[in-house]
Structure formats: C-alpha cells, structure tokens
C-alpha cells in the first residue's frame, strides 16, 4: 500500500483552518481578561503556542522529504525534535482540569473556552503526527507508518503525565537531563510502584489512539464509491 500524500496547497489550506480557529480561543482568553478584570487562563495561549510546534516541525519535515537528494540526517534530527515537542499538542487536553467557577465568569463559559484550546491542541497535534507518520511510511511501508504513529502515542500519554504532574517540560531534555532521565528510568523500570503513572499513562493513551484512528479514518470511511448500473449514469 503506497503512502498518502497531500498537497502544498491543501496543508496551507487546513493550517488557515487552525489558525483561524486557534484565533477564536485566543480571542475568548482575551475577552475573559477584559471581562472579568484578571489574567486567568492567560497560559493557555503559551501552551497553543507550544501545540503550534509540532506541526511547524511536520511542515519543514514534509518540505525537506520532497528534496532530492534528501538531506537526512537534517531530516533524522527534525524528526528526532518533533518527537521531543510532539506531546505538547494534546496536552492541552489535561487543562480541562482547571474547569473550576472563578472571578464570577460563567462556567459554561470557561467549559468552552478550555474545550476550543483542548480541540485545537489535539487536531493540530493529529495533523502533524499523519504527517510525520506518511513521511515515515513513505521512508519504509505503510504498516510501520501506523506502527510509528500508535508507538508515538502511547508515548505521549507517558510525556503527558510528565508535564501535567511532574512538570517537566520539553526543553528540560537540555536544561536539565540528568533529573528527567532519572524521573523516566525509575517509572519505566518499575511501574507498579507508581499506579498513577501507570493509570495516566494507559488512560490519555488509549484515548489518544482511539481518537487519532477515528479521525484518521473517518475521511475513508465517509468517502463514497460510485456503482455502475445497467443503465448507466441518469440524472
């Protein structure tokens, strides 16, 4: 099965598609400030920043893929930093934790407010795993493309409750190396005895996975195949 592809065309079309949408939760963070007279919510916008990371990463990455030769090792270690940022889109959806009434905003407000911001996370974060993931299905097959991808993910449920709980961050990896690593290495070596971890991990990758398939997928399975008929086409 040969990969997909998309066109420059229609990756500029659906990041204007982000953009805007990411321009609304911007815009009802700063209507929040404005109406209620406080900065609450404010670091949502710093993480969409950091969602918007990855997907830059998958851009460059579907550029440099289209070169001939290719520049690979440019090429191993921009993937090598979409990796390292790539948690950052659904994390997002962690925040959804901090739905809690305040500064006498409505909370049916703040519900849609973190929910746009959760949604724009995710989708962004699933456009440039499909991307890095048919980049990698191009390099071997398609099999080991979803196998690339479905491993990322479960990774990711593991950097979510790193960043949610631990606090670590991406950079951390050259600010501070030696703790994150020392953080890494206990939990993998023995998971049972941190069932939080375990419990985290499972849960945001499971459904992380059952998410990204579905949307995946869904483009095929609502694609429409015409069936001739003895008749032929009739208006």
Excluded: K
């Amino acid at each position: 099965m040969r990969p997909q592809t998309i066109s420059l065309h229609q990756l500029a079309i659906l990041s204007c598609v982000l953009i805007l949408s990411s321009a609304m939760s911007v815009t009802l963070s700063v209507f929040r400030v404005w109406y209620s007279g406080v900065w609450s919510y404010v670091f949502l916008n710093w993480n969409l920043l950091l969602a918007w990371i990855p997907l830059g990463l998958a851009g460059l990455l579907v550029l440099l893929n289209r070169m001939r030769p290719r520049p690979r090792l440019t090429l191993l270690t921009l993937l090598a930093c979409w990796l390292l940022f790539f948690p950052n889109s659904p994390y997002i959806v962690s925040d959804l934790l901090h739905l809690d009434p305040r500064n006498n905003v409505p909370q049916w407000f703040d519900l849609i407010m973190l929910f746009s911001y959760a949604w724009n996370g995710l989708i962004i974060g699933f456009l440039s795993l499909w991307l890095v993931q048919q980049i990698v299905a191009d390099w071997t097959n398609a099999t080991t493309g979803w196998f690339f991808a479905l491993i990322v993910l479960g990774a990711t449920g593991f950097g979510i409750y790193l960043g949610r709980f631990e606090r670590w961050n991406s950079w951390d990896i050259l600010v501070n190396p030696t703790g994150l690593i020392h953080d890494i290495a206990v939990r993998i070596a023995n998971p049972l005895d941190y069932p939080r971890t375990l419990a985290v991990t499972v849960l945001f990758a499971g459904f992380l996975t059952i998410a990204y398939v579905t949307v995946a997928l869904l483009p095929q399975a609502l694609r429409t195949e015409r069936v001739p008929t003895p008749y032929g086409d009739r208006p």
